[in-house]
């Protein structure tokens, strides 16, 4: 499955940047959780290695397998997201958190790459210069099925993680000007008719806060108006370790997970947030250098649609605690806390390196 | 798969992936523009907002200064603690609902509650507002077993003022209440809303001086409002113990001997302005006011129309009668219209300017001097005055002598009174000076008003033979009077009135009832109509309206002067028949208190 060339292939810059970016989220996540024992820097170390078993049976598996099962993993994810739609249990306002024997776990974040998989094989044999309609109506739908699942557990964030890899897909499989403004009108229509129909009170409540979050700072605006108490009073160089008082006092909602970055700029000030922004853009950077290196279309999409989705996340994450996007629950892979989310971005990540180290290899 | 793979051109894809690439890049710069912005450009705001989130400033009320008598010893004013609920609108999170918990908790009317909470919505909601003081120990114990379930109503303790002898000295005192929208505008900087200030009397005058010092705390707290640890305190300073010019035995007696009537008795220092008593009635209880609410008790004050809260001795304005009789000799004397020994005729009556004027006693009193119509009061003898005096001399005369304007009392709320002339009738009524209102004037009807503490303080400047004295309620207050302090007065002039008053008092005058065996007193009776017999017999409000206010003023002893009473009751008759007999049971006490130690030495 792996021989000794393949494992000198390695890209272990960026093995070393998910692991370097990780434990920087490990620090946080214990700074963030010190008032009760730091417990969850221990459980999120424990994920960690986890994760790196399954980083290391991803990059075991050629991704041409993991191609091969694509349908399988959907078809899997998708029963098993239909089921959890009948037996689920509701945790804070959602069903899609389960007990997975003594760990909760979140099939919808794994749903994630189990897409990102199903989608890069759709393209993988798809040669035209512009995506047809049929290749949209299929991928649309291919993704359309599951986030639909997700908005009706209902985790808004987590469905909308999905809209990057549809688009990261058609984007890079080619879109005419003409199919981008059909998707625009389509966009406007559908959101209004969202707005108007699915969307809860409180997810509108919180678009409204974020155009304006003073104006009822003890309800909805109130999480985004002290977390950007937490990044503001960080100043260049923060509070110290441990010493944010936004984060001990529990002024800071959700700590160790969404606002984990707000952690960040308010112990370590504009320069932790240099550094980490540095370090994770390094490691966006290296996964986008790797669509430039891989030997196939489906090597292509699976490097690029990862690497899409990680940035999603991440840019949404860091523009939603500034109150620039509403709060919508999309945590930061690898800083905030969270197994599923975890384990799902190291598959991701495995598939990036799998792709890169076997782009010399004759099959 | 095939081997196509390899050869396929895939740089279409790739140069796509690279835009996409590009952006995720700007979006990274934006991320850090956007948190330079936040962290750097907008640091100190967002620290204070910090800062503001996590401390909580709680103020520690100073106790009210305790005010005593001039000896020290008796209290007139303490403090005790209390306990009031409060209401903190951050701990709920259906404001509505708690309303209606808290309201039936403390048997009080919901929408009282909510109209109290919306008074104060623009605090921040940490804050405690006061929705009951006053609370008994069982509504205390009552909301403590409740703590758990009502986490939004507190029991707050703070040092609430006591007056243990109830209506004494209450116009004094004065009384407190939380201050109003006018208190804080005009005491920005030093009260804040619920604060509760002096309202009248010493409490008023005194306020910045009695109130002390508040202290604060200022606590570290988590998002749950729970307090952390305390980041700075200041201790409170309670107000320095005041020592009113008050004397306690004076003062009873005074209340006691007005009690059951309406009027006021000023007993000062002639030498020195110290109101050794001053009361006024009907009184009431200040503690009874000490809340933050509208009692029933207050509503029957403020709708009472013997208005207990009028302060007689500084706010009632009343004619003088015949106690500006003695003004009148001193303008005759000192501007020379009569000598010393002019005698003019009393007949019972005389005819001026064409209307029979009456004496008060129809026999008439034969041919007297000016010592002798003080001593009698006659009528006439004055009227013979105004008749050669011009009204604008006889007011710079009764000006000279402090009418007409403030005495400077330490206390807030003294009025004026009047002194009627030619240029005041001219600018208030735009009419000329008839000489027929200066008959008027010279035995003291007519415009003239005064109040009692002014015909005090007038009295001391007759005892002092011209010297004036500011009158003041606190020990160590200012003596300077407004306005001159010595009069340019000839001496004998003085003595002359004096010695009428004299005789008014020991020689079978008026004043009889104020004398005191070996205690010399000098004084002058003075009864006012307060509406024309005429008047009273037409409209019928019976005896009490046509009865007169009842006067006296004087001082004793006549050589060096200790003592000026002067005592005004409402509708109480003749001045000889009740002012006077009253000031002479105060004259008596002091003398008792004061002479008893020698007299026994000297035994």
């Given amino acids: ?111 994630k790459v189990a897409v990102l998989l199903m989608l890069a094989r759709v393209f993988s044999e798809y040669r035209a210069p512009y995506a047809s309609r049929g290749v949209i109506a299929l991928s649309a739908g291919l993704v359309g099925v599951p986030m639909g699942l997700i908005l009706l557990q209902p985790d808004f964030g987590t469905a909308m993680c999905f809209l990057p890899i549809l688009f990261g897909a058609l984007v890079l499989a080619g879109l005419t000007k003409k199919t981008v403004a059909a998707m625009l009108i389509g966009a406007v229509v559908l959101g209004a008719a969202g707005w108007n129909f699915f969307l809860k009170d409180y997810q509108k409540k919180r678009i409204e806060m974020m155009i304006n979050p003073a104006q009822d700072p003890r309800g909805a605006g109130y999480h985004v108006l002290q977390s950007q108490i937490a990044i503001g009073s960080g100043g260049l160089t923060g509070k110290g370790y441990l010493k944010g008082p936004q984060s001990r006092l529990r002024f800071l ?25 540095a370090a994770y853009f390094a490691m966006l950077a290296r996964m986008f250098s790797s669509v430039g290196l891989s030997r196939d279309r489906a ?56 792709v890169k180290m076997r782009r010399f290899a004759n099959v | 798969m095939s081997d196509k793979g390899i050869y396929e051109d895939f740089s279409l894809v790739r140069r796509r992936a690279r835009r996409i690439f590009v952006i995720v890049a700007v979006l990274c710069g934006l991320t850090l523009a956007v948190y330079w912005k936040i962290q750097i450009l907008d640091y100190k705001k967002y620290e204070s907002l910090a800062v503001a989130n996590r401390t909580r400033e709680i103020i520690l009320p100073a106790p009210r200064a305790i005010l005593t008598d001039r000896t020290g010893d008796i209290i007139l004013a303490d403090n005790r603690a209390a306990f009031k609920a409060s209401f903190i609108r951050e701990n709920t999170r259906d404001e509505a609902a708690s309303i209606a918990r808290v309201a039936s908790l403390l048997e009080l009317d ?76 005009e005491r920005a900087r030093e009260l804040r809303p619920g604060d509760m200030v002096g309202k009248m009397g010493i409490e008023q005058g005194y306020d910045r001086r009695i109130a002390g010092r508040e202290g604060r705390v ?44 309406e009027g006021a008795i000023v007993v000062l220092d002639p030498s020195n302005g110290e109101i050794l008593a001053l009361a006024s009635f009907p009184t009431f209880d200040p503690n009874k006011f000490i809340t933050r609410f509208t009692p029933e008790e207050w509503q029957s004050f403020v709708n009472n129309p013997d208005n207990p809260l009028l302060n007689r001795a500084l706010q009632g304005q009343y004619s003088p009668g015949s106690l500006f009789k003695p003004v009148m000799g001193i303008a005759a004397l000192d501007s020379r219209t009569i000598g010393l020994e002019t005698t003019f005729y009393c007949g019972g009556g005389i005819e001026i300017y064409g209307a029979l004027r009456r004496c008060w006693n129809e026999a008439g009193h034969g041919a007297l001097s000016l010592r002798d119509a003080i001593r009698y009061s006659c009528n006439v003898f004055f009227y013979q005055l105004g008749r050669r005096i011009p009204i604008d001399t006889i007011a710079r005369y009764a000006e000279m002598m402090g009418l007409g304007r403030k005495t400077g009392v330490d206390i807030p709320g003294e009025k004026e009174g009047l002194v009627p002339s030619t240029r005041w009738k001219k600018t208030t009524r735009n009419e000329e000076w008839y000489p027929g209102e200066t008959i008027s004037v010279a035995i003291g ?52 009135v004096i010695e009428g008053m004299w005789r008014s008092v020991n020689e079978g005058g008026t004043g009889q009832g104020a004398r005191v065996e070996g205690f010399a007193a000098c004084g002058k009776t003075g009864s006012t109509q307060t509406i024309s017999r005429e008047t009273a017999e037409r409209i019928g409000t019976g005896a009490k309206a046509a009865k007169t206010h009842s006067w006296f003023t004087g001082f004793a002893p006549r050589a060096q002067p200790r003592l000026v009473v002067t005592v005004l009751v409402e509708y109480g008759g003749g001045g000889g028949a009740t002012a006077a007999p009253i000031a002479g049971k105060l004259f008596s006490l002091y003398k008792s208190n004061h002479d008893r130690p020698r007299s026994t030495q000297g035994n």
């Fill in chain 1, 1 to 111: 499955m792996i021989d000794r060339v393949q494992l000198k292939e390695i890209d272990w810059v960026l093995t070393a940047l998910m692991v370097a970016n990780t434990l920087a989220g490990i620090l946080l996540i214990y700074s963030a959780s010190a008032d009760s024992g730091g417990g969850y820097a221990w459980k999120q170390l424990l994920w960690m290695a986890a994760g790196l078993i399954v980083f290391f049976l991803t990059i075991s598996i050629d991704y041409k397998a993991w191609m091969a099962f694509a349908p399988y993993i959907y078809a899997l994810f998708l029963l098993f997201m239909a089921g959890l739609f009948l037996f689920g249990r509701t945790v804070s306002g959602s069903r899609s958190w389960i007990r997975i024997a003594f760990m909760g776990g979140q099939p919808s974040e794994l749903a």
């Fill in chain 1, 253 to 277: 909602p959700a700590r160790h997970t969404d606002f984990i970055f707000a952690v960040l700029a308010e112990d370590f000030g504009f320069a932790g947030v240099f550094a980490v922004l």
């Fill in chain 1, 299 to 354: 090597g292509i999409y699976i490097a690029f649609l990862a690497a899409g989705l990680i940035s999603f996340q991440f840019l949404v994450n860091v523009f939603m605690i500034v109150g620039w996007l509403p709060i919508t629950g999309i945590p930061i892979p690898l800083l905030s806390y969270g197994g599923s989310s975890l384990l799902s971005t190291y598959f991701a990540l495995g598939l990036v390196v799998n």
């Fill in chain 2, 110 to 185: 919901p929408s009282v509650v909510a109209s109290r909470i919306e008074k104060y919505k623009s605090w921040p909601a940490f804050r405690p507002i006061v929705v009951k003081d006053r609370l008994t120990f069982e509504e205390v114990a009552r909301i403590e077993a409740r703590k758990n379930d009502l986490p939004e109503l507190i029991v707050e303790t703070e040092p609430r003022r006591l007056y243990p002898r109830q209506s004494f000295c209450s116009h004094v005192l004065g009384y407190l209440q939380e201050a109003d929208a006018n208190d804080l505008k």
């Fill in chain 2, 218 to 261: 200022i606590d570290v707290v988590d998002s749950l409002g729970r307090k952390q640890s305390e980041l700075e305190r200041v201790d409170p300073v309670p107000g320095k113990k005041l020592a009113l010019t008050i004397d306690y035995d004076l003062q009873a007696k005074a209340e006691e001997l007005l009690a059951g009537r």
């Fill in chain 2, 445 to 496: 009807q007519g415009p003239l008003q005064v109040t009692p503490l002014q015909m005090a303080v007038l009295t001391a400047r007759l005892a002092n033979r011209g010297r004036g004295i500011r009158p003041h309620l606190v020990l160590g207050a200012s003596e300077e009077p407004p306005g001159d302090s010595a009069l340019n007065v000839r001496p004998e002039v003085f003595e002359q």
